[in-house]
């Protein structure tokens, strides 16, 4: 079965610093990856997706990340951390041919510190 | 516009009350999704329409009834509720793709959610 590992539930970085939060999948065949952030009491908003385009994939807010099938990986970074980055983030993965099931990482909650 | 609508945005209900949640959206997706979410928990599908028809169903239980009137509508009507449904109720849609091509990138779209409460 298909599966999205998210390391580190909990994240804290420095304002201004760089924020890296990973995310690895189980699949043989690329999937499409997504990254969604969820701010308290809303729902999940898009931040960037990969749909086997660039492997280096730019989203709102100053995100990105860079597909790597050899190490199975989508990772997401941003240079400087802002206050208002502070979230709970979502990496998720959907299977090509797949009616529509995301299947999701656990989440990692990002904490920026003034 | 990106937007989906959901209502309302906080209930409170009994266990023998029956309340419904409503979710729509007027970017022309043919998919909606009904997510259930409990707190520091990760989204967990509930069910699946594509065309208007129920296309998954994630062995939800009974007490818990989508319904899709139509392409912009999406329905979940609840009833007998156990203090456990308690939770963040997302809705999603997406275009569904092409399936003879072997499914498009279906980025879904998150509505607010419906901070729901079982007393």
């Known amino acids: 079965a298909q599966s999205v590992t998210q390391l580190g539930s909990h994240v804290s970085v420095s304002e201004g610093a760089l924020v890296l939060l990973r995310c690895n999948y189980s699949s043989s065949v690329p999937p499409y990856l997504f990254w969604y952030v969820q701010y308290p009491n809303q729902g999940l908003q898009l931040l960037l997706k990969y749909t086997s385009a660039a492997t280096l994939v730019k989203g709102i807010n100053g995100f990105e990340a860079e597909f790597k099938k050899s190490e199975t990986s989508f990772h997401l970074t941003k240079p400087s951390a802002h206050m208002s980055d502070a979230a709970e983030y979502f990496c998720a993965v959907r299977m090509r041919g797949n009616t529509g099931k995301l299947i999701f990482g656990q989440g990692t909650t990002l904490q920026v510190k003034p | 516009d990106t937007e989906v609508t959901q209502t309302p945005k906080h209930l409170v209900m009994g266990m023998t009350n029956k309340k419904s949640l409503k979710c729509e959206q007027h970017?022309?997706?043919?998919?909606m999704y009904w997510y259930k979410q409990k707190a520091k928990k990760p989204p967990e599908l509930m069910f699946v329409y594509s065309y208007e028809k129920l296309s998954i169903n994630e062995s939800v239980p009974s007490r818990f009834s989508p319904e899709c009137p139509n392409s912009s509508l999406l329905n979940l009507h609840l009833h007998a509720l156990q203090p456990e449904d308690s939770a963040l109720y997302l809705c999603a849609s997406s275009h569904p793709g092409d399936r003879l091509a072997g499914g498009s990138t279906d980025t879904q779209y998150f509505g607010p959610g419906t901070r729901l409460t079982v007393l």
């Open positions: 970017m022309g997706h043919r998919a």
